[in-house]
Structure formats: C-alpha cells, structure tokens
C-alpha cells in the first residue's frame, strides 16, 4: 500500500522538496512504497558506492552489532584502531579524527588550520581562503568556506576572516595571501558547483604557496574522494598531497561517518580539550569502514571505476552530441559526471522527467544534470541511464 507522502511530510521541517519514499535497495536499483523499480544514478548523492544490499557490507555491520555500538572517546575501540589506519594508508596522511558527517569534518579541519597559526602566533588573525562556486556544507563554518552567496547570505553573520578567490586561478589565490593566512580550502573537484576538477598547474600552484607560506592545504574530497574519479583520492591523480584532507559520503558506503586526516606536523597542534565528538569513530560506524575498504580491494573497484568510466564519459558525449541544442558540455570525471544545459533548459526538469521514467538523477550548480552513481554500475547500467535521457531530451 502506498504512503500519504504529504501526511508524511507533515513533522519533517520542510527544507527537502520529496516525491518519493524509498523502501528498499538491490545492487544499482531501488524501490519506492509501491513497488515502482528505479535505476539510480545519484548514490544518495555519492555515498553508496557499493550499490545496495551489499553481503558482505551487511554482515560486517551486523557481527558488529552483536558485539558493541558505542564506548565514547574516552576509550580506544578495536574496529576505530584498524579504521584509522586505512585511512592513513589511503590518504598517505598520518593521523585521523572520526566524526559523523563531512560537515562535521569539515569544521574539525578548519580548527586544526587555525590552531596551527594559533601555535605559531597567538595574535594571527587565522584567516582563511576558500573558493567561489565551492560547496563544504551547512553548519556555520562548513558554510562559511562555502563560496555560493545565497546559501550564506541568510545566516549571516557567518565565521570571520574567510575570503574566496577564483577556482583554477591562482593568481587570485596570491592576491589574497597575508601573514595572517592559515589555510587554503578547495574542493578536488567542485560537486555542487557544477563538476568541475582542479587544473593540474592550478593545485600544485597551491600546494606550492602553502609550503611557501607555511600555511594549511585543505582538500575537500567528501563527494570526490573514495574511488569516484578512479584513484582513493582525487589528489592523488596530481601527484600532490594535502596537509589536510575531509572525507565522508562513501566512506561508510550509508552508515554515517567522516574524518578530518591530517599530516604529523599539522596534527599535533590539537591536544586534549582541544576538540571533540561523543558518536564520532564509534565501533558501528568504523565497522563499516573496515569493511568498505576492504571490499573495495577485494573487489577491485578503482579498476572498475577507470574502466566503466572511460565508456560513460563516451555514452555522454553521445548524448550531447544528439542533444546539442540543449546540452553545452560534459562535465566532471571518472564516476562523478554532469551535463551543463543551456539557460533555456532546465536540469531541474530533467530530474524530474526522469524520475518518472524511473531513473534517479539529481541537479548541480550552474544549471547541471550530475550523476554520481554506485561504482558498481556496468556497461548496461550507463546504457539504461542514456535510453532514458533521450527519451526525455
């Protein structure tokens, strides 16, 4: 029987526009209440890298359960031990604080940045530069970094010292560097602003001014990081490495969980008291991390990603190309993947076009259609998706 989706509506504070009530999940599909199958594209928005009812996923969370959910920080616990040192591996970085969200790493991120300055110089005014067009979140600093004005304008007064410069600009990257500078934070590849990677000259440059400076490179890799552009992490494509990188979304593949990773030298700034978390790396959470990385392994899923990635990003451009009145560009890389329309065409009705027809496709800034599916998905799957948006366009 199918549910009164306004009823249900009727206790959630309304800043999510829901159409439909999933129930359930099976490798790249999902089910709503009445049975209806959709093929999704979307990962709930690139989390779900394994796809849906993953075995293995399953029975690592549940062995889990029957042994503890929750010991606080106050004490170590085994699954956290072994979780941060995939992490270490993975990120090539030393040291790693667990909390529940990417916004929530995000924030750990920037206070570590800023109590490094704080050790340098007591009187540092500990500002930071982000990027226009960037999206770290929704809490008050995550939302300060963020450089889309309307998603701040309403909270404001926001953290102080922040100032955006241009993506893939350096030049105005330099312009506002003072000795007052502590970090510079930029998504990998921008998610929200539309998909767009980092230029190659554009990151080193940064990387370079950091070290030239002595101040803080943070990469935001919660959408991008976790295999979704076909390396662990997107940096990693650029043979540069961050002093601080955030990473969340399909880290614990729907069990929610994200960390803030640094360097030893940036690391060790934060004593006891200095920040904390009461769910943050509880051994449910960490489980599923352990078993994420590993599956991912085991599986061989960068491999998959950089091959099935190759025959999407040809699937798009065919679309564009028989599309080419409405859509002005294929955006993104690896399994992270946009088609930018032109101002006459809405993405947004898209979304919704294909929803109908049963596939799940969400929106970017800009005017963007983004796909950001399961890593799962095959050949078949990419096929499906294009039957359908030409069906649409």
């Known amino acids: 029987m199918s549910l009164d989706l306004v009823k249900a509506d009727e206790h959630f504070i309304h800043v999510y526009n829901r159409a439909v009530c999933f129930v359930k999940g099976e490798d790249v599909y999902l089910y709503d209440d009445e049975g209806k199958k959709y093929l999704d594209f979307t990962a709930g928005i690139a989390v779900n890298a394994l796809g849906y009812s993953n075995d293995e996923l399953k029975n690592g969370i549940k062995d889990q359960v029957d042994k503890i959910l929750h010991t606080s920080n106050l004490y170590f ?18 040291k790693v604080f667990f909390t529940n969200s990417g916004a929530e790493a995000i924030e750990g991120a920037l206070k570590l940045a800023r109590r490094y300055a704080y050790d340098k110089n007591p009187n540092s005014k500990g500002e930071i530069i ?3 067009n960037s999206f770290h979140g929704r809490t008050m600093g995550s939302l300060s970094v963020t450089g889309t004005e309307h998603y701040r304008t309403p909270f404001e007064p926001l953290i ?10 350096l030049d105005s990257v330099k312009a506002l560097i003072t000795d007052d500078t502590c970090a510079i934070i930029m998504e990998t590849v921008q998610g929200e602003g539309g998909l767009t990677p980092a230029n190659e000259d554009f990151i080193k440059g940064v990387r370079k001014l950091c070290d030239e400076n002595d101040i803080a490179m943070i990469l935001d890799e919660i959408q991008c990081g976790m295999g979704r552009t076909g390396y662990m992490y997107a940096y990693q494509k650029y043979g540069v490495k961050p002093d601080i990188v955030t990473t969340a979304k399909a880290l614990g593949c729907g069990v929610p969980v994200g960390a803030f990773v640094a360097n030893a030298k940036f690391a060790l700034s934060l004593v006891p008291g200095d920040h904390g978390t009461t769910y943050g790396g509880n051994p449910l959470a960490t489980a599923a991390v352990c078993k994420v990385y590993e599956i991912f392994e085991k599986e061989n899923i960068l491999d ?10 040809e699937a798009l451009k065919g679309v564009m190309s028989r599309h080419s009145d409405k859509i002005t560009g294929v955006r993104g890389t690896g399994l992270m993947r946009g088609l930018a329309f032109s101002e006459e065409y809405k993405a947004a009705d898209v979304v919704k076009a294909c929803l109908d027809k049963g596939v799940v496709v969400i929106i970017a800034g800009g005017n963007v259609l983004r796909m950001v599916p399961p890593l799962v998905i095959k050949k078949e799957h990419v096929d499906e998706l294009v039957k359908v948006l030409d069906e649409v366009l």
Do not use: C, Q, R
Request: net charge negative; glycine share 8%; aromatic share 12%.
């Open 130 to 132: 982000a990027m226009n």
């Open 160 to 169: 102080g010292g922040v100032k955006f410069a241009n993506y893939n600009d």
């Open 77 to 94: 616990n085994e699954p956290a031990i072994k979780a941060s040192k995939y992490i270490a591996d993975a990120t090539g970085l030393d």
């Open 304 to 313: 998959h990603v950089n091959e099935i990635a190759e025959y999407f990003d």
